[in-house]
């Protein structure tokens, strides 16, 4: 019996592991989309995302009068449409991120690239997918005895907190789903095994 619970919440733990592990699902410009002026500014959107290798950025947009450029970034800041690296053109494009560094997307339509209609997406490299861990300051020195002479320093100021990154809204997180499906699933397995 006690073999089953350590190899069910091992099950769940992995499960668990493979969900954090995950590529997440970003739709561009959020709820406005691919268009020439939302709310928040396109790169303003970006910017509040941590994207991480094998995501996947969708262009929602109106198929026909409009369409995204994949391009280089000298291509990129001057708006140029006649060499891109793909063009997306149906209305719902998809790209998975598949490596670090800068991805350049500007708008294939008429001048919306020039009145600001493209994007800059950063893709962090692996080593920094993660924000790094704060490590508590050292515990102050024991106070000096009235006999000691020797000065002491002021302890370091401790490290400022994280904030939690915005895109974790974005996101789309279909492997919770799984997750807890599975879980629901196996549980009545397990409970089977018990008795």
């Known amino acids: 019996m006690g073999s089953n619970v350590v190899v069910f919440v ?4 992995l499960m668990g592991f493979v969900w954090l592990c995950e590529a997440h699902t970003f739709y561009v410009g959020g709820k406005d ?40 970034k000298r291509d990129y800041y001057d708006c140029n449409k006649t060499n891109p690296i793909d063009n997306l053109t149906d209305g719902n494009s998809s790209l998975t991120l598949t490596r670090s ?46 006999t000691s002479s020797t000065p002491l320093s002021p302890a370091p100021a401790p490290a400022p907190a994280q904030t939690p990154d915005k895109s974790t ?22 409970m089977m095994s018990l008795g």
Request: aromatic share 10%; hydrophobic share 40%; with cysteine.
């Open 33 to 72: 989309g691919w268009v020439l002026q939302p709310v928040d500014g396109l790169n303003r959107w970006a910017g509040e995302i941590r994207f991480q290798i094998n995501d996947t950025v969708i262009f929602r947009y109106k198929k026909g009068e409009d369409s995204v450029l994949v391009v280089n």
């Open 101 to 146: 560094g800068e991805f350049f997307f500007i708008s294939g339509h008429a001048d919306n690239c020039e009145k600001g209609q493209k994007l800059i997406i950063i893709v962090m490299s692996p080593q920094h997918s993660k924000p790094p861990t704060v490590i508590p300051p050292p515990p102050p020195p024991p106070s000096p005895s009235p």
């Open 10 to 13: 091992s099950y769940l733990l």
């Open 169 to 190: 809204a974005m996101a789309v997180h279909a492997s919770v789903g799984t997750l807890w499906g599975s879980a629901l699933l196996l549980a009545p397995l397990f």
